[in-house]
């Protein structure tokens, strides 16, 4: 259990510095391109970023070292799945929006106000009660019909955020936000129940369609996440995030996989992940637009002339 959580803290304190340096990343692509006049390039034609801008956010130094610090815990979050119930393991490393909130105000300039250092504060009372409340996991043994299951579910909601981002354009942040959190909790799922894993057998491992699931739901939910910073506030956006990458899997968790909760402590753990998930939504209702959001390229306005006495 105790390695369990250090590994999932690990990779909260990961994917929470990630995202901080992919927003600084995709703010300074903006701002680059909008001194360009690139307004045309950078934008769809409901307002949303192109791939093209968000491809050119993806090779700023910032934001390849935060997909690094991804990738990292992305491993670190599998191997958490593995050894703690899922309604635990994916709340903890939800809690990267406290990492993310603390960082975007050194590396962002975003000044909290006191309703999100509250939600916040929500956010880890309800981390206490959850490891307090946790207890063994589950086996992780699921009917084959599952794992197709989670393939064509994630194939759905991750062509469903593809398309949603494309004509929704800048109104789409919480909804990218949200559908790539439910992407990530695919992933946890997809950990959980993935065949050939222990034992090793590549073979039994390929033929998962829960390995592909896995691959789908990690390609378009970072792509969904680069838009939802490049658009969104990024508090906003990694609150939404956190929900959709802990309420599914938590209720999966226990209802198809066998996580449970120590005896006499399941409302504790109710408690906990209603708090947790009602604390995320708090951060993405009350937080403020970032400064330095970036608009959509047309809206970029030119300085007005100074008068000449």
Not at 71 to 88: E, I, T
Request: proline residues 3%.
């Amino acid at each position: 259990m105790i390695i369990g959580l250090v590994t999932a803290v690990a990779a909260s304190a990961c994917y929470g510095t990630g995202s901080v340096l992919q927003a600084v990343g995709s703010r300074k692509s903006a701002q680059q391109e909008a001194a360009k006049g690139a307004s045309a390039a950078g934008t769809t034609q409901h307002g949303g970023p192109s791939l093209s801008s968000t491809a050119k956010a993806a090779v700023t130094w910032e934001f390849m070292v935060g997909t690094v610090l991804d990738f990292v815990g992305f491993a670190l979050g599998a191997l958490a799945a593995r050894m703690l119930p899922l309604f635990l393991s994916q709340t903890v490393i939800s809690a990267n929006l406290i990492v993310t909130a603390l960082l975007s105000v050194k590396l962002l300039g975003i000044r909290l106000n006191r309703k999100e250092w509250m939600s916040i504060g929500v956010v880890c009372a309800a981390l206490v009660l959850l490891a307090t409340a946790a207890g063994h996991e589950g086996s992780g043994e699921a009917a084959r019909s599952t794992h197709w299951w989670l393939l064509a579910i994630t194939v759905v909601l991750m062509g469903g955020g593809w398309i949603a981002v494309h004509f929704l354009g800048s109104k789409a942040a919480i909804l990218a936000g949200l559908l790539s959190g439910l992407g990530f909790g695919a992933i946890g799922v997809g950990v959980r129940i993935l065949d050939g894993i222990d034992p090793f057998d590549a073979p039994t491992m390929l033929a998962d369609p829960a390995l592909y699931a896995i691959f789908i739901a990690g390609g378009v939910g970072m792509y969904l996440h680069t838009v939802a910073l490049q658009i969104g506030s990024v508090n906003g956006a990694t609150a939404a995030l956190v929900v959709g990458e802990t309420v599914l899997p938590g209720i999966i968790g226990v209802v198809w996989l066998g996580d449970s909760s120590r005896e006499g402590f399941a409302w504790m753990a109710v408690l906990g992940f209603l708090l947790a998930v009602a604390g995320a939504v708090a951060v993405a209702w009350f937080g403020e637009p970032d400064a330095h959001s970036a608009a959509p390229a047309g809206d970029v306005k030119e300085p007005e002339p100074t008068a000449v006495s």
